[in-house]
């Protein structure tokens, strides 16, 4: 929780400094995926605003005295356009000691006098980074209620209401916006997004999901495209809550709508976890054709997805550029041996060779010199089949040697070596596996030797 948390604090002091003063391939996104988010709804329901706005109010007048002092107090802080032409420069320095000395007589000021006093006294604060400074004092401007305009208070709830949250007071932050809900007749989608940040540094992480679907919602009814950041938001708590459909749902539209190779990524693992393993495959079939794929496992995992689903040339071109252009993938035996195999499936018998000796030549494993010793005589090369064969043997740990027998026997037999087929194929009769089969070949070469010798004495 401390990751998501940290992203959403990010964004949320981002937003609050602000309101205070490709061609991918899509073949996997509907056109239905463009807006309306399919996700399970929140538990709780989004903050609602007033059915209508608060009445005017009759506020006290102001003071032609106040009146005077405070426009002094404003035209020093920022001087008009008029002054500025005379000479004049803002003097906040200058503004604060006035507004600080009027403040000594603050009790003789009727409420909506001191609401604009304390007004620009936080704004100042503000200005000087002072946090606690500038919430107090626009407390004090709320603290005047009823006697200030119903927009004004609104206004102020909704400044303390971010800047409680900029300084991790969340449970304030939401006191406050919650009575500034209660004044205001509507509630733009962005100001959703900044409640449901703060509702989740609250801990209310239903009230957070439900006042940002509703941002999004509300995008979505404008025919908008939401955030990126919003969906980041719904992305990390649905994820966080394990509701990984709805999560997939809202990576797609990411993608969809911010195609960066790290959503496909985030996509291509969701249909993992989801069990959707063709989907999976053909998102990684999709950021490979990106750029996207650059560790082995996945750059062989999509090669066995194609071998699986009988493509071997496909799975043969990914490995051919990994291993021997890209250099993602190593060149060690067990990747070559997989190499060869596929161009051995796709019917590239030439390419499979190249890379079945490369194999062999880097393996101590018997049982690969034997597989290059089978292409080989595939290929009629018995002298380089009968070659590779006795190199398996002198590697050993062969799974099955009598068949490694068999195949040197029919090598040399092509090759007119009687005597050496007939010793190979006695050597595979000794496990019972090839005995029968042995036995045979070993009469029909006795054979062929008496008449490879008549014809000789003939």
């Known amino acids: 929780m401390k990751k998501l948390k940290s992203v959403i604090s990010n964004t949320l002091r981002k937003s609050v400094a602000v309101s205070v003063i490709a061609a991918a391939p899509m073949a996997l996104l509907s056109s239905a995926d463009v807006y309306a988010l399919d996700v399970a709804p929140a538990k709780a329901q989004a903050l609602q605003p007033a059915e209508k706005r608060p009445d005017p109010r009759r506020l006290p ?39 600080k000395d009027m403040e000594e007589d603050v009790e003789d000021l009727n409420p909506y006098s001191k609401a604009m006093l304390y007004q620009v006294l936080g704004q100042i604060y503000y200005e000087r980074e002072d946090m606690a400074n500038t919430i107090r004092y626009f407390e004090k401007v709320v603290a005047q209620s009823p006697n200030l305009p119903a927009g004004t208070e609104a206004q102020f709830y909704y400044f303390l209401g971010q800047l409680y949250a900029q300084e991790e007071n969340e449970a304030k932050a939401v006191e406050y916006l919650e009575k500034w809900s209660k004044m205001v007749a509507m509630i733009s989608a962005s100001q959703y997004a900044t409640l449901a940040q703060i509702y989740y ?18 995008f979505e009814a404008d025919g908008k495209i939401p955030r990126e950041d919003w969906l980041s938001f719904l992305r990390a708590m649905y994820y966080f809550k394990e509701d990984y459909r709805s999560t997939l749902n809202v990576v797609k539209a990411m993608v969809r709508h911010y195609p960066k190779m790290s959503y496909w ?22 950021m490979y054709v990106m750029g996207g794929l650059k560790k082995e496992t996945e750059l062989k995992g999509l090669a066995g997805y194609f071998i699986e689903n009988e493509a071997p040339y496909k799975a043969a071109k990914i490995l051919d550029k990994a291993i ?18 596929s161009w051995r499936l796709a019917q590239e018998t030439e390419k499979a060779l190249v890379e079945m000796k490369r194999a062999a030549a880097k393996s101590d ?3 690969l010199s034997f597989n290059l010793a089978r ?3 595939s290929r009629d090369d018995f002298s380089g089949a009968s070659s590779a064969a006795k190199s398996a043997l002198r590697k050993g740990g062969l799974s099955r040697p009598d068949q490694v027998h068999m195949t040197i026997g029919q090598t040399e037999l092509e090759l007119g070596n009687f005597e050496a087929a007939i010793e190979a194929f006695k050597k595979a009769a000794r496990d019972k596996r090839s005995r029968q089969f042995a036995n045979q070949w070993i009469k029909f070469t006795e054979g062929e030797k008496k008449r490879q010798d008549a014809l000789k004495d003939g």
């Open 365 to 367: 494993d018997g049982d």
């Open 201 to 218: 540094g609250a801990d209310q992480q239903e009230k957070a999901l439900a006042n940002m679907l509703q941002a999004v919602s509300m």
């Open 61 to 99: 007048g102001l003071p032609q005295s106040f009146i005077k002092d405070y426009g002094e107090i404003t035209s020093t802080l920022e001087p008009t356009e008029e002054q500025v032409a005379e000479g004049a420069k803002p003097n906040p320095a200058k503004a604060f000691e006035m507004a």
């Open 375 to 377: 292409l080989l005589f």
């Open 324 to 341: 021997n252009q890209d250099k993602l993938v190593k060149a060690d035996a067990t990747n070559l041996e997989l190499l060869a195999n």
């Open 265 to 286: 990524s985030q996509l291509s693992s969701l249909y993992y976890e989801l069990g959707e393993m063709e989907n999976f495959s053909r998102t990684q079939d999709s």
